[in-house]
């Protein structure tokens, strides 16, 4: 059995194409429409409730596109709304955060997880909870790294500036054991070679937009959803608001081939379509 | 004649309460009633309509608060939906972007004014366009500082990192030889004392928010619409998601007395509410 529709993949904005773009690796002939909440973005920082309105708004966008999966490639989102989005939509939902912790437990030795991620995702203590879930004795240092997305976006990607951020919010870490790092927003593979650097080989990077992939192949297989197709498949990228200069920033990091974006209002949920 | 209704701000965050402390050293005795639209923060980076919808929303809430004047202290929202909130609403309206760009005029020797803000607020062209507006002759070089709102809302407001993205932003600007530097962002003046150390006298500094304050003050003269109570006002500040770190930030930061902070639900305005 095989299933030729699109993959859905949905994010605050332009970050999630780290997820895209493992996606593509991973899986060359499966269908992926995209779906960034730029009107709205970032998350990171918006209340739990918020998010996840939002979430479900996105998620209804993209089974109007008739997807078969929903990926949530916001750490934000994952934290706060997965549940919901599970026990709201008719087809399975994948986030970014259990497959990275599932990620950084097999990795650690010394039992010392490091998670960075956006106010909102160090806030919900959600890599704790699944990490904890996993293995009750394992030691979590979680920090928020604001700074890192406006860098990320300015395109200081390979800059002194940038590494003296990220020393200033890693060295703790570091100095504390931590000997496995989660990067907990999509925006952060793009500073993988970044943050590699300044670890130096005292921590294992886990980068959940690779992880996340890995665990989205899995559930395709369970559920007998994979593309029969041969031959390369279509990225679909659409907005809620007019892309900015960081969409360049990304094409050209992750060298993503994206057509023409294609701009749509947001849906708003009227609580009489809940179900 | 004397109006004792409040004056209301808003702003899409936090940062326009540099602008009710300007207010409220000028103008002691008058209400202010605060909004900030934290569930939809930053509108810097949003599409000129979509800014445009939010300011609207959030004027039409302030209205409710039966306030006498409308300030938008926020430049995103100055930038691209001051004329549409003129011509909608019922009481008098005004932005950070026309004093600014006024106090700008009038200080520069050089005829060589620098602009720093977010990004929408720089790409608008808004205060290219007010300061050519009053005097054809002068050069403008605008700048977007997207590094800037992370780091003041880090608290990093003295710090060598923050002056090291200063002097990345800044040091262009000085070498092209402007004297006088427009704070184009309502969060700005929380790093005026760090942007003074690295000007170092080469420019002067136009603080919007003070500007703005005077402008308001002219204002509520030129439409009688002062408030004759003696003694101390209040001040309302109701935010429409719950407040993170940096609202502690700008409350030590400023010195401000702020109560229990309300929480309200956007007011989506429908197209039949047009007036």
């Known amino acids: 059995m095989s299933d030729p529709r699109p993959i859905g993949v949905f994010d605050s904005g332009i970050g999630g194409l780290t997820v895209v773009k493992a996606l593509r690796e991973l899986l060359p002939n499966e269908d992926i429409f995209y779906l960034g909440d730029t009107a709205r973005v970032p998350y990171g920082g918006k209340s739990a409730t918020t998010v996840e309105r939002y979430s479900l708004e996105m998620a209804d966008m993209l089974l109007e596109e008739n997807v078969k999966l929903v990926v949530t490639a916001c750490n934000s989102a994952s934290a706060v709304a997965l549940g919901r989005l599970e026990q709201t939509l008719s087809v399975p939902v994948i986030g970014v955060i259990k497959p990275g912790a599932q990620a950084a ?41 604001p700074l890192l997305v406006p860098l990320i976006e300015e395109g200081w990607l390979d800059d002194g500036l940038t590494d003296h951020v990220i020393a200033r919010y890693l060295g703790p870490l570091t100095q504390e054991g931590v000997d496995t790092l989660v990067l907990g927003c999509t925006h ?75 701009l749509r209002e947001v849906l708003h949920r009227a609580p009489a379509t809940a179900r």
Request: overall charge positive.
């Open 105 to 145: 437990v097999a990795a650690t030795r010394s039992q010392h997880v490091g998670v960075i991620g956006t106010r909102a995702t160090i806030k919900s203590g959600a890599y704790e909870r699944e990490l904890r879930a996993l293995n009750p004795d394992i030691n979590v240092t979680a920090r928020a790294c």
């Open 188 to 262: 952060y593979p793009l500073l993988a070679d970044a943050i590699g650097r300044f670890l130096a080989g005292k921590a294992k990077l886990v980068d959940s937009a690779h992880t996340c992939a890995k665990a989205v192949e899995q559930l395709l297989d369970r559920h007998s959803l994979r593309a029969s197709r041969g031959g390369a498949a279509s990225l679909q990228v659409a907005l809620t608001d007019a892309p900015d200069t960081f969409l360049a920033v990304a094409r050209r990091a992750l060298q993503l081939e994206i057509g023409e974006v294609q």
